[in-house]
């Protein structure tokens, strides 16, 4: 059997196992050391140990003893570690007493099976070729002892089969165990293996979860949650953390589909951020646990309205196209009738109400013309700090004196993903709104730019805040559609093409009160890490 290459982190633990495995042969060796001293000194292993040279013995065990004494305090010193000298010390050591054993004791006093552990011991601490070559060099000892006692006239023949008996029994001691170690080897580096993909697939599954437009919750047997995604932090935010407003709203639709399991969506309405969709599912496995899948609504909406209006995009790029033409025969014409003398005042009037009126049907084609040949985006990494100073710097010179423009901006990176051509015409749209509500409601043309890495979200976001009156309730949920407006000047898709820019960046453009109760326009930006 082919033995695997160790990796790092298996190497590192069998070690530490080594470590753990020297301190106990280390510690072994004294108290067998002991124990062979013991009872030679008194008379308990009279007629089986020391028998044919009991001086040997006795020297060759307290030699032993002591000798162990010192390697043990040797190798604690180096903190057990598994080096090739201290424990080829310890293993030549342990063949020599032991035959020195033998020779004093014979070959019947059973001590020659002590051996079998120091052979193991070496094919376990070192490599298996040292503890086959110790496994030998006992194996030859001890039969050569044995030869050299026959003649002399104190062992017999069975002594001699006897010690080759003991050195087969040695080598298959060697071989045993070599055969364990790979295998021992070979299944720690397949569960490490297993461990390390089935880690990796976690990582994976969780980075899945993580960048899933889908809302995630993991609720538990008692209705906390357990598990969130960005996704659902995003729909829900500190709301459905105990205390908040959510929370309770979760365990009583998570405890209805429980007991009734009849209705696998249930709506959940959020307020200002419109309608939830929550569906439920057992996780496999823990039946106590479920999963709770949160999807917005409002997207679903959106998703079936672009799909709608992508179809009419060609037809009123067409149109409007074909609509430019008459409209300048008619601006033209009432421009040249405002110059014709003798014209009354009221006449005056009403050419200045043609002209009005052409610019502001020339503008919706302007803007219906933007929608059908946008060009297509170009994201980039972008630090939203210095983008947006350039961006304000620029805005400043185009706009009125009087107006104020204030930004917040951090001292650490805020970075994000978008095309800047199309970050700067959404940003433009929204502060021209900002200024003229603000101006029509308060007198001073102000406007408020925030930037920051959202704590929750865990990507940038852009706050546009005005001071006007805000967009009443009743109109919310209506303020991205094409061609509404509450004004008398605007054409009402300048809000739709806004967010159809930031949609294609893959950010999201949401309109809400901030803690001051001021009208606020979010822009969530792609991560930058995300993939177009």
Same mark, same amino acid.
């Given at each position: 059997?082919?033995? *695997?290459? @160790?990796? $790092?982190?298996?190497?590192?633990?069998?070690? =530490?196992?080594?470590?753990?495995?020297?301190?106990?042969?280390?510690?072994?060796?004294?108290?067998?050391?002991?124990?062979?001293?013991?009872?030679?000194?008194?008379?308990?292993?009279?007629?089986?140990? !020391?028998?044919?040279?009991?001086?040997?013995?006795? =020297?060759?065990?307290?030699?032993?003893?002591?000798?162990?004494?010192?390697?043990?305090?040797?190798?604690?010193?180096?903190? =057990?570690?598994?080096?090739?000298?201290?424990?080829?010390?310890?293993?030549?050591?342990?063949?020599?007493?032991?035959?020195?054993?033998?020779?004093?004791?014979?070959?019947?006093?059973?001590?020659?099976?002590?051996?079998?552990?120091?052979?193991?011991?070496?094919? +376990?601490?070192?490599?298996?070729?040292?503890?086959?070559?110790?496994?030998?060099?006992?194996?030859?000892?001890?039969?050569?002892?044995?030869?050299?006692?026959?003649?002399?006239?104190?062992? $017999?023949?069975?002594?001699?089969?006897?010690?080759?008996?003991?050195?087969?029994?040695?080598?298959? /001691?060697?071989?045993?165990?070599?055969?364990?170690?790979?295998?021992?080897?070979?299944?720690?580096?397949?569960?490490?293996?297993?461990?390390?993909?089935?880690?990796?697939?976690?990582?994976?599954?969780?980075?899945?979860?993580?960048? @899933?437009?889908?809302?995630?919750?993991?609720? %538990? !047997?008692?209705?906390?949650?357990?598990?969130?995604?960005?996704?659902?932090?995003?729909?829900?935010?500190?709301? @459905?953390?105990?205390?908040?407003?959510?929370?309770?709203?979760?365990?009583?639709?998570?405890?209805?589909?429980?007991?009734?399991?009849?209705?696998?969506?249930?709506?959940?309405?959020?307020?200002?951020?419109?309608?939830?969709?929550? &569906?439920?599912?057992?996780?496999?496995?823990?039946?106590?646990?479920?999963?709770?899948?949160?999807?917005?609504?409002?997207?679903?909406?959106?998703?079936?309205?672009?799909?709608?209006?992508?179809?009419?995009?060609?037809?009123?790029?067409?149109?409007?196209?074909?609509?430019?033409?008459?409209? !300048?025969?008619?601006?033209?014409?009432?421009?040249?009738?405002?110059?014709? $003398?003798?014209?009354?005042?009221?006449?005056?009037?009403?050419?200045?109400?043609?002209?009005?009126?052409?610019?502001?049907?020339?503008?919706?084609?302007?803007?219906?013309?933007?929608?059908?040949?946008?060009?297509?985006?170009?994201?980039?990494?972008?630090?939203?700090?210095?983008?947006?100073?350039?961006?304000?710097?620029?805005?400043?010179?185009?706009? %009125?004196?009087?107006?104020?423009? +204030? /930004?917040?901006? *951090?001292?650490?990176?805020?970075?994000?993903?978008?095309?800047?051509?199309?970050?700067?015409?959404?940003?433009?749209?929204?502060?021209?709104?900002?200024?003229?509500?603000?101006?029509?409601?308060?007198?001073?043309?102000?406007?408020?730019?925030?930037?920051?890495?959202? *704590?929750?979200?865990?990507?940038?976001?852009?706050?546009?805040?005005?001071?006007?009156?805000?967009?009443? $309730?009743?109109?919310? %949920?209506?303020?991205?559609?094409?061609?509404? /407006? /509450?004004?008398?000047?605007?054409?009402?898709?300048?809000?739709?093409?806004?967010? &159809?820019?930031?949609?294609?960046?893959?950010?999201?453009?949401?309109?809400?009160?901030?803690?001051?109760?001021?009208?606020?326009?979010?822009?969530?930006?792609?991560? *930058?890490?995300?993939?177009?």
């Amino acid at each position: 059997m082919r033995e *695997p290459a @160790m990796s $790092q982190s298996q190497a590192v633990n069998l070690s =530490y196992q080594q470590s753990d495995l020297l301190r106990i042969y280390a510690i072994y060796r004294v108290g067998i050391a002991a124990v062979l001293l013991a009872i030679f000194i008194a008379g308990t292993g009279r007629g089986v140990v !020391g028998t044919n040279a009991p001086e040997l013995y006795f =020297y060759t065990a307290l030699s032993y003893l002591i000798a162990n004494i010192g390697l043990q305090a040797l190798v604690a010193r180096l903190n =057990y570690s598994v080096s090739g000298r201290p424990v080829s010390a310890m293993l030549a050591l342990d063949v020599c007493a032991f035959l020195l054993f033998i020779h004093a004791s014979g070959l019947s006093s059973g001590l020659g099976y002590l051996l079998i552990i120091t052979v193991a011991m070496g094919t +376990t601490l070192l490599d298996k070729r040292m503890g086959a070559f110790y496994a030998a060099v006992a194996s030859l000892a001890v039969i050569v002892l044995q030869v050299y006692a026959f003649n002399r006239g104190d062992a $017999q023949t069975s002594e001699i089969v006897s010690a080759g008996g003991l050195g087969i029994l040695l080598f298959c /001691t060697v071989l045993g165990l070599q055969y364990l170690a790979i295998r021992m080897r070979t299944a720690t580096w397949r569960a490490e293996q297993q461990a390390r993909q089935a880690d990796h697939l976690q990582r994976l599954a969780q980075q899945i979860i993580e960048r @899933m437009d889908t809302g995630v919750l993991v609720v %538990d !047997g008692q209705g906390e949650v357990e598990l969130v995604n960005r996704s659902a932090l995003q729909l829900l935010g500190d709301d @459905m953390q105990p205390g908040g407003r959510f929370h309770a709203r979760i365990q009583d639709k998570v405890r209805e589909w429980r007991t009734n399991r009849t209705e696998a969506e249930i709506s959940l309405d959020a307020g200002d951020r419109g309608q939830l969709k929550l &569906e439920f599912a057992d996780m496999e496995g823990a039946t106590a646990n479920t999963l709770v899948f949160i999807e917005d609504n409002r997207k679903l909406h959106q998703r079936a309205q672009q799909l709608k209006l992508g179809s009419l995009g060609h037809l009123t790029g067409s149109i409007a196209h074909e609509i430019r033409n008459p409209l !300048g025969a008619i601006s033209h014409a009432a421009q040249l009738l405002s110059e014709e $003398q003798g014209l009354n005042r009221d006449c005056l009037r009403l050419t200045e109400i043609i002209s009005q009126q052409s610019h502001r049907v020339n503008q919706i084609i302007e803007n219906v013309m933007l929608l059908s040949r946008r060009r297509a985006r170009s994201a980039q990494r972008l630090d939203t700090r210095t983008w947006l100073e350039q961006f304000v710097a620029d805005f400043r010179a185009g706009a %009125d004196e009087d107006c104020r423009i +204030t /930004t917040y901006i *951090p001292d650490e990176p805020v970075i994000a993903r978008f095309d800047p051509h199309q970050l700067s015409q959404v940003l433009t749209n929204l502060c021209q709104n900002a200024l003229r509500h603000s101006a029509s409601d308060t007198g001073v043309a102000a406007v408020e730019i925030n930037v920051r890495n959202h *704590p929750q979200l865990g990507h940038a976001v852009i706050d546009v805040i005005d001071f006007g009156a805000g967009v009443p $309730q009743e109109h919310r %949920d209506k303020i991205f559609e094409p061609f509404f /407006t /509450t004004g008398q000047s605007s054409s009402g898709l300048g809000l739709y093409i806004a967010r &159809e820019l930031c949609e294609s960046n893959q950010a999201s453009l949401v309109y809400g009160k901030n803690r001051q109760g001021h009208s606020c326009f979010r822009i969530e930006l792609a991560h *930058p890490a995300k993939v177009f």
